[in-house]
């Protein structure tokens, strides 16, 4: 069974901060790893993508990978009322024969940023 | 000039019932994907198309049937509706170069099923 955990918070920042998000994996075989943001009633809207291990920067975001321990991360800084979302990790894995491949997601993590 | 389209946004239907929803994408795309949401949010893959051909086809009741004329295309037919259908459903796109495979989102439909 594939997983992907993440805290489902709420998770609440006040605003100027740092916000970190944190997502574990279960299968080893995993390439991609990417982060979406969801508004309530809105559809998932990719952030960012990873999938060597350290640190992608773009813009405010910083996504974060070790694989050796399974671990992902988002790093929001400077967070904006507008940040306050879903955010949804989530984990591509090949299947047998190659082609096309799906996300597997984590739960999400509810963020809140205090004005 | 909508990326990923889908309609109708909201589908409310009786039990027994059967319906479809299309997904169009002018992204150029290979891949195309169906998702379910449940009412807890949690956001899981139904079937994967690549160039037309079935990929992806998780656990699934057959009473889902996904059918894709052509690459921009796939659409998702829904038999006998059930209580625990009713969710978002969305589709998505992903090109087939590189290692990430990015999937873009459709708008979603809402399907409440009474």
């Known amino acids: 069974q594939k997983e992907v955990e993440q805290n489902s918070g709420p998770l609440s920042v006040p605003e100027g901060a740092i916000a970190s998000l944190n997502c574990t994996y279960s299968?080893?075989?995993?390439?991609?790893f990417f982060w979406y943001r969801q508004y309530s009633g809105k559809s998932p809207e990719l952030i960012m993508f990873?999938?060597?291990?350290g640190d992608k920067e773009d813009g405010r975001f910083t996504a974060q990978l070790n694989k050796a321990s399974q671990y992902v991360s988002l790093l929001i800084r400077d967070s904006q009322p507008s940040d306050s979302a879903t955010y949804l990790c989530a984990v591509t894995i090949m299947y047998s024969g190659g082609g096309a491949d799906g996300l597997t997601f984590g739960k999400g993590t509810h963020l809140i940023i205090q004005p | 000039d909508t990326a990923v389209s889908q309609t109708p946004k909201y589908l409310v239907t009786q039990m027994g019932n059967d319906k479809s929803i299309k997904c169009e994408q002018n992204?150029?795309?290979?891949?195309m994907y169906w998702y379910k949401q449940d009412s807890k949010k949690f956001l899981k893959i139904m079937f994967s198309y690549n160039n037309k051909e079935l990929i992806i086809n998780e656990t699934v009741p057959n009473r889902f049937s996904p059918k894709s004329p052509d690459k921009a295309h796939l659409n998702l037919h829904i038999n006998s509706l059930e209580l625990g259908d009713s969710a978002v459903y969305f589709c998505?796109?992903?090109?087939?170069?590189?290692?990430?495979?990015?999937?873009?989102f459709g708008p979603g439909t809402r399907l409440t099923v009474t």
């Open positions: 299968d080893r075989g995993s390439q991609s």
């Open positions: 992204l150029g795309h290979d891949t």
């Open positions: 990873i999938y060597s291990n």
């Open positions: 998505a796109s992903s090109p087939i170069r590189g290692r990430a495979r990015e999937q873009y």
